[in-house]
C-alpha cells in the first residue's frame, strides 16, 4: 500500500518540469522521428525507457545506502538537490543541448532502441537527479527501496507518457517545436519553476 506521507504529487510535478524542459531526449526523439518517421522514435522511446528504469533502480539502491548513514549526510543531498535543480533550471534557462537535425544518426530501430537504452543507463545527470532529488519528497530524507521503486516507476511513466506524446505528434507540430522564439520562452518558464523548487530544497536543508 502507497505510503500517504511521501509527497507523491510533488514529486511527480518535479519530474513533470524536468522533463517538459527541452533537453537531448527530447531533441533525438523528436528530430529522429522527423528525419526517419514514427517506427524510429518509438524504437527509440522503448530504448530510453528501459535506460531510465535500469538507471533509477540502481540510483534507488546508491541512495538508500547513502542515506541511511545520517542526519548530516541527509542534509548535505538536500544542498546537493538544491544544486542540481539549479543547475538544470540553468541549463534551460541558456538553451543547453544538442538539438540540431543534423546530429540524429540514421540506423536501424534496433540500434535506435540500443542507443537510447545505453545513453540513459550511463546518464550521470539521471543518476544525480534521481539521488538527491527523490529523498526531498520522503519525510525523513530516507526513502526505503519500495518508496524508490514506486518514484522510480513514476519518473520513468512521466517521461515515457511526454516521450510518447512527442514522437506521435512531431509531424503536425513541427511548426511549434521548430520556432525558437517560442521554444526560448518555455524554456525560461520552465527554468524559473525549477529554480523555485531548488530554492525549497535548500530551505529544508537550513530550516529543521
Known amino acids: 500500500m502507497i505510503d500517504p506521507v511521501v509527497n507523491w504529487a510533488g514529486f511527480a510535478l518535479a ?27 518509438l524504437g527509440a522511446i522503448f530504448g530510453v525507457a528501459l535506460g531510465l528504469t535500469a538507471n533509477a533502480a540502481l540510483s534507488v539502491l546508491a541512495a538508500s545506502l547513502i542515506l541511511a548513514q545520517g542526519p548530516a549526510l541527509t542534509k548535505a543531498v538536500s544542498v546537493l538537490a538544491a544544486a542540481m535543480m539549479a543547475w538544470l533550471a540553468w541549463e534551460a534557462w541558456k538553451g543547453s543541448g544538442e538539438s540540431s537535425p543534423a546530429a540524429t544518426p540514421r540506423q536501424s530501430t534496433e540500434r535506435h532502441a540500443l542507443a537510447g537504452f545505453a545513453i540513459n543507463l550511463l546518464n550521470p545527470k539521471s543518476a544525480l537527479f534521481f539521488i538527491t532529488v527523490m529523498p526531498q519528497f520522503i519525510p525523513d530524507g530516507q526513502p526505503g527501496f519500495g518508496e524508490g521503486l514506486t518514484l522510480a516507476a513514476i519518473s520513468v511513466s512521466i517521461a515515457t507518457a511526454i516521450h510518447l506524446t512527442l514522437v506521435l505528434l512531431a509531424e503536425q507540430a513541427r511548426g511549434v517545436l521548430m520556432a525558437e522564439a517560442r521554444a526560448r520562452i518555455v524554456r525560461r518558464v520552465l527554468a524559473l519553476a525549477m529554480l523555485g523548487v531548488g530554492l525549497w530544497f535548500l530551505a529544508k536543508a537550513f530550516v529543521a
Request: glycine share 12%; proline share 7%; no cysteine.
Open 15 to 41: 519530474v513533470l518540469l524536468i522533463e517538459m524542459t527541452p533537453g537531448p531526449n527530447m531533441a533525438w526523439l523528436v528530430t529522429l522521428t522527423l528525419a526517419e518517421g514514427r517506427r524510429a522514435g
